[in-house]
C-alpha cells in the first residue's frame, strides 16, 4: 500500500494541504494595523478574528482526508482514480477562492500585500492529486494486461 507511488503522491498531497490549510495566505497593512489572512479568517496585528470565513481551512482539511481515504482504497482502484482527481479539481477551487480574496483585499487603499509561501505549495498539491491518479491507471492497466495473459 505505502510502496505504491500513487500511495506517496497522496501523502504528500494530503500533507501539502494540511501546511495550505494551517498557513498564511497573505498579509496587507491598512493604515497603522497589519492584517493577516489565513484559512480561519481575517486576524489583525494584535490576534483578534475580524471577518473571513473557514472555507479554505474547512475544504482543504477535506481535501487531505480525501486523499488519505483514498489511499485506503488500493484495492478499489477505479475508486481511487476517481477520488484523485475529484481531489484534483477541489484543490483547484482551493486556489480560486485565495485568488478572489486577494482581488478583495487588493480593491482596499493598502499600503504593502506580502504573499504567504503557502500559496506557491497548493499548485504542488494539485500536480500530487492528478499524478496520483495517473500512476492508479497505469497500475489498472497493468493488473489487467496479466489478467490477460493468465
Not at 500500500?1 to 505504491?4: A, F, H, L, S, Y
Not at 493604515?31 to 490576534?47: A, L, P
Given at each position: 500500500?505505502?510502496?505504491?507511488v500513487?500511495?506517496l503522491?497522496?501523502?504528500?498531497?494530503?500533507?501539502?494541504?494540511?501546511?495550505f490549510?494551517?498557513?498564511?495566505?497573505?498579509?496587507?497593512?491598512?493604515?497603522?494595523?497589519?492584517?493577516?489572512?489565513?484559512?480561519?479568517?481575517?486576524?489583525?496585528?494584535?490576534?483578534?478574528?475580524?471577518?473571513?470565513?473557514?472555507?479554505?481551512?474547512i475544504?482543504?482539511?477535506?481535501?487531505?482526508?480525501l486523499?488519505l481515504?483514498?489511499?485506503?482504497?488500493?484495492?478499489?482502484?477505479?475508486?481511487?482514480?476517481?477520488?484523485?482527481?475529484?481531489?484534483g479539481?477541489?484543490?483547484m477551487?482551493?486556489?480560486?477562492?485565495?485568488?478572489?480574496?486577494?482581488?478583495?483585499?487588493?480593491?482596499?487603499?493598502?499600503?504593502?500585500?506580502?504573499?504567504?509561501?503557502?500559496?506557491?505549495?497548493?499548485?504542488?498539491?494539485?500536480?500530487?492529486?492528478?499524478?496520483?491518479?495517473?500512476?492508479?491507471?497505469?497500475?489498472?492497466?497493468?493488473?489487467?494486461?496479466?489478467?490477460r495473459?493468465?
Open positions: 500500500m505505502i510502496q505504491r500513487q500511495s503522491y497522496l501523502l504528500f498531497a494530503a500533507l501539502v494541504q494540511v501546511i490549510a494551517t498557513g498564511t495566505y497573505f498579509t496587507y497593512q491598512l493604515t497603522d494595523v497589519s492584517y493577516c489572512v489565513t484559512g480561519s479568517g481575517v486576524f489583525n496585528s494584535s490576534g483578534e478574528k475580524i471577518g473571513g470565513d473557514m472555507k479554505t481551512l475544504l482543504g482539511i477535506g481535501i487531505s482526508l486523499a481515504i483514498s489511499i485506503f482504497l488500493f484495492k478499489n482502484r477505479k475508486q481511487q482514480i476517481k477520488l484523485s482527481r475529484i481531489g479539481l477541489l484543490t477551487a482551493e486556489i480560486v477562492f485565495v485568488i478572489i480574496s486577494y482581488v478583495k483585499v487588493k480593491e482596499l487603499p493598502i499600503n504593502n500585500v506580502s504573499i504567504g509561501y503557502v500559496n506557491f505549495i497548493l499548485p504542488i498539491s494539485t500536480l500530487l492529486f492528478f499524478l496520483a491518479a495517473k500512476a492508479v491507471k497505469k497500475d489498472d492497466e497493468l493488473v489487467r494486461s496479466v489478467d495473459i493468465r
